[in-house]
Antibody
Framework: EVQLVESGGGLVQPGGSLKLSCAAS????????MDWVRQAPGKGLEWVAR??????????EYAASVKGRFTISRDDSKNLLSLQMNSLKTEDTAVYYC???????????????WGQGTMVIVSS | EIVLTQSPGTLSLSPGERATLSCRAS???????LAWYQQKPGQAPRLLIY???SRATGITDRFSGSGSGTDFTLTISRLEPEDFAVYYC??????????FGPGTKVDIK
């Protein structure tokens, strides 16, 4: 069974930092692209970041709203996805989900498994 | 960045009725890289449809997706009580942001 378990959320002051983790199990983690998606309270979904697999040089992309502040990384030896969040703003308050990208060609690359999410609150 | 618009914002229907949800993109979506997700309160989203029309693993055939280019549709043939939720479309055909639509809430009439 595919499992994605996020951790590391909490309350942080504006300008502060936080590191989220996503522990993966039940599948070959190293084969998949992995993403972070967030959802502000009562709002819709916002894609945050992607990291591709080794075969695609671990290339990375970020949403414009977090570029330069957030860093996505992965450790395939530990089946672990991370998101380092610096210079946090109140508008970064959200539930952060890690999501697995489905294998296959471009039409397949939807998010086929999601974690339960971890809440990040940025407030003074 | 491709902007997705979903309509209607809220759809009020009764169990057994047919639901038709629309997703329109500001520019053509490459290779029909369009997905639909269902989200219930307090839960993570669940993939329903990918590639505009392919059902994800374990998804009932009451859900179907169609469309291409800039206009896409999710149809729920006969609403069951568990189908009342929020539905999001997402495009993933460009590296300039894998954008989501604002969502359509399907609630009980």
């Amino acid at each position: 069974e595919v499992q994605l378990v996020e951790s590391g959320g909490g309350l942080v002051q504006p300008g502060g930092s936080l590191k989220l983790s996503c522990a993966a199990s039940g599948f070959t983690f190293s084969d998949h692209y992995m993403d972070w998606v967030r959802q502000a309270p009562g709002k819709g979904l916002e894609w945050v970041a992607r990291i591709r697999n080794k075969a695609n040089s671990y290339s990375i992309e970020y949403a414009a709203s977090v570029k330069g502040r957030f860093t996505i990384s992965r450790d395939d030896s530990k089946n672990l996805l991370s998101l380092q969040m610096n210079s946090l703003k109140t508008e970064d308050t959200a539930v952060y989900y890690c999501a697995r990208v489905k294998l296959g060609g471009p039409p397949n690359k939807a998010f086929d498994n999601w974690g339960q999410g971890t809440m990040v609150i940025v407030s003074s | 960045e491709i902007v997705l618009t979903q309509s209607p914002g809220t759809l009020s229907l009764s169990p057994g009725e047919r639901a038709t949800l629309s997703c329109r993109a500001s520019q053509s979506v490459n290779s029909n890289c369009l997905a639909w997700y269902q989200q219930k309160p307090g839960q993570a989203p669940r993939l329903l449809i990918y590639g505009a029309s392919s059902r994800a693993t374990g998804i009932t055939d009451r859900f179907s997706g169609s469309g291409s280019g800039t206009d896409f549709t999710l149809t729920i043939s006969r609403l069951e009580p568990e189908d009342f939720a929020v539905y999001y479309c997402q495009q993933y055909g460009t590296s300039q942001g894998f954008t989501f639509g604002p969502g359509t809430k399907v609630d009980i009439k």
